[in-house]
């Protein structure tokens, strides 16, 4: 190359380095009012084609060839705004809420809706809210942020999940919601990273769910995960560690005291004295079962994502692992997820896919082995503080009770000498592809497939803990269970806009089809360390189901707006279901909404500086439920069962019949009114939405008792009930920017009564929640009540001396309570008959609260941010089972501090009644004196934050960096005396509010750190 040729190479050069020079680069953040990140933004420099996308923290950067250009940001559901650099390389924007689009998109079944044009009731949670809680189970998250939905937990050990109740109990049986990830039904969504969520979509009323038909009668959560946007790779790392703590112990006698208690009500009751309690100064403090079984327990997180592409293609990839050791010992959970997603476009075609992967192990608690502690927890409250933990003599190496006080177990040695670990796989498969046919109009084939596959072990080894509890050999038993989903769905979906007429019309079909298969295993004498089936000696059990299902159904809806303002909406599905019989396999399910955008109405112009929003919203619609189990029409027969015939009683190993046909049951059918109002003040710094809804159950599925000579080992399921629901929804959200400070203040109120219309034949009475060994039911449903009402003996206070118990007689002049003595429980006879049975028995309450709440803020100045979250309830009964135990003292079990404010003579004023070990006057019975306050208010979470700034960020050469400090479940006020006011459902619907003490796994306090960071 000669030098003439080198000069102009040289210039260019030159040019591209003064270019190079001049490059400048800017960063900075968008969010919205509230403080919030807006990922997914556009920053444009105007008139150029250079531009980024905001990450997850709403963080951006890009480069500019001058310092004086103007920014132009824009984010769907927001204005548009420009914003002129002047020379400034760091450039924070705050969008405003676009009124003529009222905020978001949102997801509705088989598409999404404009939150303008929406008629239903939907509620909706953000992925970027999930995230900001640190929380490993995404459905706690839910917990008094959204109105309406209850979040309940399924069991408290560590990986049991949440369930999700939606607008009160619709049925008798099966009250959980539809779950839809990505368009596929689940089982439930507990496996899924918060890392992994787009948002939450929960469908409330009719008109939102009759969508997916026989399916919906509880509600819909749909779920989208994440997608790729268009640009760079984008990798994101979230990392969380934290401790977890027993939220608090009940406080129960230390071993001097247990003695000196037993020992007077031992006297009392004229009987001799433990020989255990002889001595009790020698005794000291004796063993603290609650602190032997309990412990700080370690919990982490960690989700790598990356996510990218083109216009014509995007992808995001993520994987994640959550370990959690219980704070109960030898109980702990660990997790691997993987997720796949990404889409393709090409021409008029589109292609995607989602696929999803988990593993889950779960060591759970030992299940109480039988005696009257019930499981460890049980146990260690209940167990005499006098025994030794520890029996190097002993097979097992554990010692246990003796004596008379034998039918408890050793807590620690439940939790050691019994290994149950729960192992789980969830595979979930969508892919789809898409078409545009005609100009707005698409057709859509989707195919699903879930296959969840779930293997139990619960091994013991051999033991002996005490006189009781013996265990000789090393046992096992495995089962193993496989559910497996197949779906298939085709849609055309229209959606054209004529003027001020905007029109959206779906269509489609849908098939799918349920297998599950069960099959268990056991063996016996093990060699010890061995916990495999082949090596036991002993005799083998096997036994095993399969059962099948299948739905096939049509549907439509039409969405139609004009000049937004006037909305309606229509939908319509026919499902068929192979649970029911021939006769009655089809149903139908309709839905219609009208809306009126009152703020968009000239009369209102002049309104709008105060009133920014206003939308009043009517529905109504018909859902169905099928979830009753599969054969339930049809007759059953087993042929390993042993059937005694004759006079001389042989028995014979044959086929016997154990179900009766019904062949005439059909959906449950609930239909739902709803009215709401969406508004806004303030220029939208102020809104919300309140409902009320109506829904009435007809044709409830249930269990009819039938005698046990006709021939059936189990009760038909016949259509004999009927449910009503009603209730109020309000959620509030105040959002503002005062200089550098952005903050938001939000909350929720839920109020929602319910009430059986109709059971049986109109007199049956289902009665439930029965507390451990007691007997005695504490609850009852029956047609006028609500469902689960707490029905109990009243307690009304302590006979204060004999004159008392000798007054209160019955019609005849005979003592009522003839076994009582100044001390003893006053107990109501109700119905005057001069005896204290079951018939005296009134309501008492219910465990459903009247109201539900959340409320918060979250703040933000700076690089600081801040977040306080309070959950709670009021109005609900909680029966505690526990303390009925504890303040026993006819039993040998340790007993609660409160039995030290025992009645006295010289201690009236108190309403715990005097100790006596036989208990002559029943004061133990179950009654309302064990029914207790169940509302509370909880710190649910704390957060407090800190975001690197942008040069420094530059300088680690990473996008986003935010690190923060998160408190959960620190704080609870409430009277409730049990170990957490916030049960959950243990058992059926009709044992709700009761504690079974024995077997619960009580609530965790978490301090936790972490790091969300982006490049």
């Not at 309990?294 to 996510?307: E, G, H, M, N, T």
């Not at 021939?582 to 149903?587: E, L």
Request: charged fraction near 15%; include cysteine; proline fraction near 3%.
């Amino acid at each position: 190359m000669g030098l003439l040729s080198a000069g102009p190479l040289l210039a260019n050069n030159a040019t591209a380095v003064n270019k190079m020079v001049f490059q400048a680069p800017i960063t900075g953040k968008i969010i919205a009012k509230d403080g919030m990140p807006l990922p997914g933004a556009s920053v444009m420099i105007k008139g150029t084609s250079i531009s980024a996308a905001t990450d997850a923290d709403g963080n951006y950067s890009l480069n500019a060839t001058d310092t004086n250009v103007t920014l132009v940001i824009s984010y769907m559901g927001y204005k548009t705004q420009e914003v002129s650099v002047n020379g400034q390389t760091t450039v924070d924007v705050t969008l405003e809420e676009d009124l003529t689009q009222l905020e978001e998109v949102v997801v509705v079944g088989y598409g999404t809706v404009k939150k303008k044009d929406l008629t239903g009731a939907v509620g909706r949670i953000k992925g970027t809210e999930l995230r900001q809680q640190g929380v490993s189970d995404v459905t706690r998250t839910l917990q008094g942020r959204m109105a309406g939905v209850t979040v309940e937990s399924a069991g408290g050990n560590p990986g049991s999940g949440t369930r999700i109740l939606i607008r009160g109990v619709s049925s008798l049986n099966n009250a959980a919601p539809l779950y839809i990830v990505d368009g596929v039904q689940v089982a439930n969504i507990n496996n899924l990273s918060a890392s992994d969520i787009e948002s939450i979509d929960v469908l409330k009323d009719a008109s939102a769910a009759a969508i997916y038909g026989s399916r919906a009668a509880n509600g819909v959560v749909l779920v989208t995960t994440k997608s790729g946007k268009a640009g760079e790779p984008v990798f994101s790392l979230n990392a969380n560690t934290g401790m977890q703590r027993v939220a608090n112990k009940l406080s129960v006698l230390n071993a001097e005291q247990w003695a000196n208690t037993s020992n007077a009500a031992m006297d009392a009751a004229g009987l001799q004295r433990l020989e255990l309690a002889q001595n009790p100064e020698s005794l000291g403090a004796g063993t603290n079962y609650q602190n032997a079984i309990f412990r700080d327990a370690p919990i982490q997180q960690y989700d790598l994502s990356v996510s990218g592409g083109t216009d014509n293609g995007k992808y995001s990839v993520s994987g994640g692992y959550t370990t959690q050791d219980g704070i109960v010992r030898e109980t702990g959970f660990n997790r691997y997820n993987i997720r796949v997603k990404s889409e393709t476009k090409k021409g008029i075609f589109k292609f995607g896919e989602t696929i999803f992967l988990s593993r889950d192990k779960q060591q759970q608690m030992a299940g109480g082995w039988g005696g009257q502690g019930g499981g460890p927890v049980g146990s260690a409250v209940k167990m005499i503080p006098v025994f030794d933990i520890y029996d190097p003599e002993a097979i097992g190496g554990y010692g246990g009770a003796y004596g008379p006080v034998v039918n408890i177990a050793n807590p620690l040695a439940q939790l050691n000498l019994e290994d149950i670990t729960y192992e789980q796989t969830n595979i979930l498969v969508n892919a789809f592809a898409e078409v545009d046919i005609l100009s707005g109009l698409k057709y859509k084939m989707n195919l699903g497939y879930t296959n969840n596959f779930a293997t139990a072990n619960d091994y013991y080894k051999r033991y002996e803990v005490g006189a009781l509890f013996t265990h000789p050999t090393n046992d096992i038993t495995q089962s193993k269970n496989q559910t497996v989903l197949m779906l298939l769905e085709n849609t055309l979906n229209y959606t054209k806009d004529f003027g001020k007429h905007s029109v959206q019309a779906l269509a489609g079909y849908t098939y799918q089809t349920n297998n599950y298969t069960y099959n268990a295993f056991s063996k016996t004498d093990l060699p010890d360390g061995i916990s495999v089936i082949d090596a036991g000696a002993g005799t083998a059990n096997v036994g095993g189901n399969r059962t099948e299902s299948k739905l096939a159904s049509v549907l439509g809806r039409v969405i139609y707006s004009y000049d937004s303002r006037y909305l309606f909406t229509a939908s319509i599905r026919r499902d068929g279901s192979s649970r029911f019989g021939n006769s009655n396999r089809y149903g139908t399910f309709p839905s219609v909404a009208v809306g009126w955008n009152i703020s968009n109405e000239g009369f209102f112009e002049k309104a709008q500086k105060a009133v920014s929003a206003l939308k009043l919203r009517l529905s109504y619609g018909e859902l169905g439920n099928q979830e009753i189990g599969d054969y339930q029409y049809s007759a059953a027969v087993a042929s390993n069962i042993n059937s005694v015939i004759g006079d001389e009683q042989i028995k014979w190993f044959g086929a016997t019949q154990t179900a009766f046909a019904s062949p005439n049951i059909k959906w449950e059918t609930t239909k739902t009114t709803n009215v709401g109002l969406d508004f806004g003040f303030l220029d939208n710094k102020l809104g919300g939405t309140v409902d009320y809804f109506y829904k009435k159950t007809t044709d409830v599925l249930l269990n009819v008792p039938i005698p046990g000579s006709a021939g059936s080992t189990s009760n038909p399921v016949v259509n004999a009930g009927t449910l009503s629901n009603h209730g109020l929804e309000l959620g509030l959200n105040y959002s503002n920017v005062v200089g550098k400070l952005n903050y938001s203040v939000f909350g929720t109120l839920t109020s929602i009564k319910n009430k059986v219309d109709k059971l049986g034949t109109g007199t049956q009475q289902i009665f439930g929640g029965q507390p451990t060994h007691h007997g005695a039911t504490t609850t009852v449903t029956e047609a006028g009540g609500p469902v689960s009402a707490f029905y109990l003996i009243q307690d009304i206070g302590i006979f204060q001396n004999q004159a008392e118990v000798d007054a209160y007689v019955g019609p005849d002049g005979s003592p009522i309570q003839p076994n009582a003595q100044p001390g003893d429980i006053k107990f109501l006879d109700n119905n005057g008959d001069g005896t204290i049975d079951n018939k005296d028995k009134v309501y008492n309450g219910s465990p459903f609260p009247k109201f539900e709440y959340g409320f918060g803020v979250n703040a933000s100045m700076v690089n600081f941010d801040v977040s306080l979250f309070f959950q709670g309830t009021s109005g609900n009964k909680i029966y505690n089972g526990m303390r009925q135990d504890l303040e026993n003292t006819s039993l040998n079990y340790n007993y609660s501090t409160a039995v030290l404010d025992a009645w006295t003579p010289e201690n009236t004023d108190t309403n715990i009644p005097r100790l006596i070990a036989s208990d002559p006057n029943l004061n133990a019975r179950t009654s309302s004196r064990f029914l207790e306050n169940g509302s509370y208010m909880r710190i649910k979470t704390i957060q407090i934050g800190y975001t690197l700034p942008d040069n420094l960020k530059t300088q680690l050469g990473l996008a986003s960096c935010r690190f923060y400090l998160s408190g959960d479940n620190l704080v609870t006020f409430t009277k409730y005396t049990g170990y957490n006011p916030d049960l959950g459902r243990t058992g059926t619907v009709f044992d709700r509010g009761v504690d079974f003490g024995h077997v619960s796994y009580p609530l965790a306090k978490t301090v936790s750190a972490g790091v969300q960071l982006s490049f």
